[in-house]
């Protein structure tokens, strides 16, 4: 009764599991948490309030009389592997397949979805099946997240803080304490702080107005002063040789046209400054040219200064200008600025304190207690909430230190904001679970057998292949790109591998041919004889626990005499599986596997879990024993594998070296290539003792290790570097090295390597860690020690790798590991820091067949148990950004409408249209997966662009959602993967790091690139930059690469000030010779001066950082090319 009362609850609560209740929760009547009884489903009808209130008679039943919510899962399954027996079906073989919800079809133009609207039926990876590895996989992220829950870890979504911890290595916290920077501040104060009058910087200034009138130009070219007429209409200042007249009257538009001789964009305006060498005279610079123009008299300098200062952008005007005509920012209408100077070593208390100060000295406002008020980054959702925190322990506050930028803070009052607070960011009261809840367990009678007591081959028998598809896939060498070619052979083989950590440790085995036969529709099958049964060499106590068994479907040639052809095959179909389940029970009886046809290596990582009868299948049966047989190799201490004897067993005198030393090995002759260099070795070993060897013939191995960090190693060289293991403890680098050599089917080594590990000398950082989870390290105690490690960086560091350890997760045997639980972990408990990387970093990966089950459960459970508000961003990010988003189908309408020869500015209004109906269905305000402390608004609609037609960049400018705060401009790329210029920008970012903690500041600022896709991801611009090219055009064209004043003329142009222009020229040497340097060893291409750009204030920085290690990108390089700054 009660197995009936909680399914038909989970019917009527829409499919959610009911938790069940402890013994503590039942005295009169039953409780929840929240001390309330459980409530009606909503929209229940009437006819159905009988058998609810039978259900709610079921909760009344004692706990201990009841089964749980797992017990009766076993029994469905159990019942539906009954059912298919007696039908005759698949034995019950593997795992059953689910049916899922139909996948959201994307936003198109005419019927374009409101976002936000359908949370409850989106999900980030569609198409992905429940299997018994899924469902264990689900069941330990929700146990993680009951546990924060229970530790009541403090989660803030809403009032979130960026900061380091003090122990944290990208603080570097001494060269922070040495300098104790200064941080030039601007701080806005709330309205109600000053009743003044709001200003803006045209405000009284008619935009239409039209102004005409005679300046003298100094010529770029000819370095003389001439009078020219000027026009000033809208934005466009213009101006010709001389009035566009005739016999006194203007002439009409098409005759002035062919009497213009420049025209510059006022919003293209970089800087508007006063120049020193004649009175009445002002300096107006853009990307293209530096104009120096002078008024005939003081009245005229005055019209035409405030006409082009009321239309030119604000930043770019001079502060004298700013002054004269009251000036004040056209985005800050509700709040003042005021100007202070803080030093980094205040506390945020301090900070509000002498903000106080400050603002009581000069005007006089109503006294408010500053412990009231916050500090928030302007622009960004990034608070300063703690009053005891150093301001130098903020990340946005340390990115402002070393490049001497002006620390933007808002003042906001604490009552105002909604966190942080306890949990709230992943509070989530319809979903209750019991935290004994695990994955599905095996059906265990009986004893459990120990591996290491069978001393017996591992046996099985191929018996059939069904739905074999009629063709086979291949992968075109030039694109990488799979091609169907039509199935040519009669007849199939299955190739059997045995694998531990994509090596292969045992002898492969074929079966015999059999014929492919038709079935139905398009399909093929095949059928073995199932009396011919086939074993392995290894034995069943030495195959680790991480070992698979990989089938591989290849079409073969038979002659007439029946052999098999070697060199015709063609490979149709492969698969994977574990030897033992993610419970460590050996795999036993008959099993059903799914098979691909995709390129997939199962060697190791993901393998297919989920059974579907509509695809390829094969039917394989491994050998039975009397019980359970767990892997257990407590007992085998003195198994020595044949693999041992093959590989290892080398002459007796080498097993007594402790040197370290390489030697000469055997009589043959042999010629090793080893590191950088090559050896020959002629002479046995056995007549020569150690202490005749030649010092000139030994080599170090610590000098090996540095001079080939990657070692290939022979077999040889493998055995003396494990003899001389206990050697190397004190050097971390060598631990790779010597766990390469391990023969992980024995026992015996394997037990002594785990515990030499805690003895080993750790690496000078814990990201080092991450090498040991690479895929040949597939012991689970190995990476278990390796996470443990790795686990100890903060949030700050630990974000910067999740990259490497993503894909770390593909070497994983099973979708429930150690690493996933703690990227899980890390993301629940700080969703702004990790969260939002960690669902883009797994989201670009999630389109691999091979992965995709993995990936997608992680990522659908992430999302099912994180908080509505967080879910809502992820939701509108994906329908925007991702592979099958709204902006790829604005990329591909571009695309089209080039190619089929449309103008550019019919593309351009047909993409600006798009654009505006996006808007409509945009919420007021969202994040971007550059950046979770970014809150932008609507899309700036008429200042978006295209870069290149042909690939069809999109150029988008979002508002800023916060008054005041700076627009933010992204390039949004499809049809290309951004994931290797990611991975750039990821080891210059951690370059200049590491150079920082030495303290070497060379101001490098990488910008930001998320991959949110094979084939799209999106790109930080930094505004106020152009390219070197355009920097060089403005003083003589392309043939100026050999002239070094373009640069500095640049650089004076929009710097015009002494002090301004030194703190200039100071940053683009630094961050010039850091890019250099750090482009240089890492062989980027491309470096042209189109990829080279540079900021008003002379930041040096690369784009394009899409090939390095000096792969070019094509046959023709610019990379030969002088550039005259790496010189």
């Not at 202070?340 to 006089?364: M, N, P, Q």
């Not at 991480?546 to 098999?564: D, E, F, H, P």
């Amino acid at each position: 009764m009660w197995s009936l009362g909680m399914t038909i609850y989970e019917i009527l609560s829409d499919g959610l599991p009911f938790r069940g209740f402890s013994p503590q929760e039942i005295e009169e009547e039953i409780q929840l948490d929240d001390g309330e009884r459980p409530e009606d489903p909503d929209d229940l009808p009437i006819e159905l309030h009988p058998l609810w209130e039978k259900v709610q008679e079921c909760w009344r039943v004692d706990p201990n009389d009841r089964p749980s919510a797992l017990e009766f899962v076993e029994f469905l399954e159990t019942r539906y592997q009954d059912v298919l027996e007696s039908d005759g079906a698949s034995s019950g073989i593997g795992d059953y397949p689910v049916t899922q919800d139909e996948p959201i079809e994307n936003p198109t133009t005419d019927d374009m979805l409101d976002i936000g609207q359908i949370a409850k039926n989106w999900r980030p990876v569609v198409g992905v099946e429940d299997s018994n590895e899924t469902m264990a996989l689900r069941c330990a992220i929700y146990t993680i997240y009951n546990q924060v829950r229970q530790t009541k870890i403090p989660i803030n979504l809403d009032g979130p803080e960026f900061c380091f911890d003090n122990d944290e290595w990208l603080a570097y916290k001494t060269t922070i304490d040495a300098k104790s920077p200064v941080l030039q501040c601007v701080v806005r104060l709330p309205s109600y702080f000053h009743q003044v009058e709001s200003q803006t910087h045209n405000r009284g200034f008619n935009r239409s107005r039209v102004i005409t009138g005679t300046l003298i130009k100094f010529g770029e070219i000819k370095k003389r002063y001439t009078i020219r007429f000027f026009h000033l209409e809208g934005n466009l200042l213009t101006y010709y040789r001389k009035a566009p007249q005739l016999n006194g009257a203007t002439l009409e538009e098409n005759n002035m046209a062919s009497l213009v001789m420049g025209v510059t964009n006022l919003f293209e305006v970089s800087a508007l400054y006063p120049h020193e060498s004649a009175p009445w005279t002002f300096e107006l610079v853009t990307t293209t040219r530096t104009w120096i123009l002078a008024a005939e008299s003081e009245q005229d300098y005055l019209m035409w200064i405030e006409a082009i200062c009321r239309l030119a952008p604000f930043y770019s005007i001079n502060a004298k200008y700013r002054r004269m005509f009251q000036l004040t920012n056209p985005d800050i209408t509700a709040a003042q600025e005021i100007r202070l100077v803080l030093l980094s070593s205040y506390t945020v208390e301090g900070a509000l304190e002498h903000i106080f100060d400050h603002v009581s000295s000069v005007a006089k406002t109503v006294a408010r207690n500053y412990k009231d008020y916050a500090l928030k980054i302007t622009g960004a959702r990034s608070y300063l909430f703690d009053l005891q925190q150093k301001l130098c322990s903020y990340q946005h506050v340390r990115s402002c230190v070393f490049p001497k930028r002006t620390l933007r803070l808002t003042l906001v009052l604490r009552s105002e904001l909604r966190g942080p607070e306890l949990l709230k960011a992943l509070s989530l009261p319809q979903r209750s679970f019991d935290d004994k809840i695990n994955s599905p367990s095996p059906d265990i009678k009986g004893q459990i057998a120990k591996s290491c007591d069978f001393g017996i081959p591992l046996r099985f028998s191929i018996n059939r292949v069904v739905n074999i598809p009629s063709f086979v896939m291949i992968m075109k060498e030039s694109k990488k790109l799979l091609e169907r070619r039509p199935l040519t052979h009669g007849h199939c083989i299955v190739k059997v591998e045995l694998f531990n950590g994509g090596v292969l440790i045992d002898a492969p085995i074929e079966t015999n041919p059999a014929r492919l036969k038709p079935a139905l529709g398009q399909t093929l099958s095949a059928l073995w004889d199932t009396s011919r049964s086939y074993e392995t060499k290894l034995r069943l106590n030495s195959i680790p626990k991480s070992a698979r068994i990989v089938l591989t479907l290849y079409g073969v040639k038979v002659n007439s005499w029946g052999i098999v052809s070697s060199s015709m095959r063609e490979r149709i179909l492969s698969t994977g599986m574990n030897m033992f389940d993610s419970h460590g029970f050996l795999t036993q009886g008959d099993q059903y596997i799914q098979l691909t046809a995709d390129m997939s290596k199962y060697d190791c990582g993901a393998v297919p879990h989920a059974v579907d009868e509509n695809k390829p299948l094969i039917h394989i049966k491994f050998a039975s024993h009397d019980a359970q047989v767990g892997f257990n190799w407590s007992s085998s201490l003195d198994i020595t594998s044949p693999q041992e004897n093959k590989f290892y067993a080398l002459d007796a005198q080498l097993r007594e070296s402790k040197q370290g030393n390489l030697i000469r090995s055997d009589s043959r002759g042999v010629n090793f290539k080893n590191f950088v260099n090559k050896f020959k070795f002629s002479k046995s070993s056995s007549s020569i003792s150690d202490q005749s060897l030649s010092r000139s013939s030994s080599i170090n191995f610590r000098d090996y290790f540095v001079e080939n960090p990657l070692g290939n190693y022979t077999p040889n060289e493998k055995k003396m570097m494990w003899t001389s293991r206990h050697e190397f403890v004190d050097y971390f680098n060598a631990l790779p090295h010597v766990l390469s050599c391990v023969n992980w089917s024995n026992p015996n080594q394997v037990n002594e390597i785990l515990g030499m590990l805690p003895l080993w000398s750790p690496p000078s950082h814990p990201a080092a860690y991450i090498r040991l989870l690479d895929k040949e390290f597939a012991n689970e105690g190995l990476r278990e020690f390796a996470l443990q490690k790795i686990s100890t960086m903060a949030d700050a560091t630990f974000s910067c790798f999740l990259p490497q350890l993503v894909q770390a997760l593909k070497h994983e045997n099973h979708h429930v590991s150690p690493l996933a639980k703690l990227l899980m972990a890390r993301a629940i408990k700080n969703p702004n820091q990790i969260g939002f990387d960690l669902f883009w970093a797994i989201k670009a990966e999630a389109h691999s067949p091979q992965y995709r089950e993995r990936f997608g459960v992680l990522l659908i459970t992430y999302t099912e148990i994180c908080s509505p508000q967080f879910r809502s961003i992820l939701e509108v990010q994906d329908k925007l950004f991702s592979e099958t988003g709204e902006l790829v189908s604005i990329a591909r309408m571009v695309k089209h409408f080039y190619q089929t020869g449309k103008t550019k500015e019919e593309i351009h209004s047909a993409m600006r249209e798009r654009h505006a109906k996006l808007n409509d269905i945009l919420p007021p305000s969202l994040l971007l997966p550059l950046d979770s402390t970014i809150e932008v608004g609507k899309i700036a609609v008429q200042k978006c662009k295209i870069t290149n037609f042909s690939h069809a960049p999109l150029w988008l400018e979002f508002d800023n959602a916060e008054e005041g705060g700076d627009p933010v401009v992204i390039i949004f790329r499809s049809d290309e993967d951004v994931r290797q210029e990611c991975l750039v920008l990821q080891l210059i970012r951690l370059m200049d790091e590491l150079w920082r903690d030495l303290g070497k500041d060379y101001a490098i600022e990488p910008y930001k690139c998320v991959s949110t896709g094979p084939t799209t991801g999106i790109v930080q611009v930094f505004r106020h930059s152009v390219t070197r090219a355009a920097i060089q055009r403005r003083i003589g064209g392309m043939i100026a690469w050999k002239d070094d004043r373009s640069i500095m003329s640049w650089i004076s142009a929009n710097n015009g000030d002494s002090h301004s222009y030194m703190t200039a020229v100071e940053l683009f040497l630094r961050s010039c010779a850091g890019y250099c340097v750090a482009t240089y060893v890492l062989g980027v291409g491309e470096r042209n001066n189109a990829n080279i750009m540079m900021t008003k204030e002379g930041r040096f920085f690369h784009v394009a950082l899409r090939n390095f290690l000096d792969h070019p990108k094509n046959l023709v390089s610019y990379d030969a090319s002088p550039s005259g700054l790496d010189s």
